[in-house]
């Protein structure tokens, strides 16, 4: 499963609203590079049959069947990285580099 935040959603529509892409899904690729880390690619999307279909927080989201194993349990989020500068990010316990964020540890 794949999984917005409230704030990621939020983003995702208001691109969706700008681009004039309402209705569409929000298509999730991703591949690893040369050190092993993923690397992303997202946009707006038709849905085919073949594709994995979820939704989270009233956003559609589609994903390859190949990506399956590399993205279950994704949690995609948008946030302030630097003052005044918003970013997705990804956070995929799947990925080799990956490193819980400080409040999501238990």
Request: glycine residues 6%; proline residues 6%; aromatic residues 10%.
């Amino acid at each position: 499963m794949i999984k917005l935040t409230q704030v990621a959603a939020k983003q995702v529509q208001a691109a969706a609203e700008q681009g004039a892409m309402q209705g569409m899904a929000l298509r999730i690729a991703v591949k690893t590079d040369d050190t092993g880390a993923f690397e992303y690619g997202f946009g707006f999307d038709q849905t085919t049959e073949e594709d994995m279909q979820f939704t989270s927080e009233g956003i559609d989201i589609v994903v390859s069947p190949a990506y399956a194993e590399l993205v279950r349990d994704l949690v995609i989020d948008y946030v302030e990285i630097e003052p005044g500068k918003h970013h997705f990010i990804f956070l995929n316990p799947n990925d080799p580099n990956y490193v819980p964020p400080k409040d999501m540890e238990n």
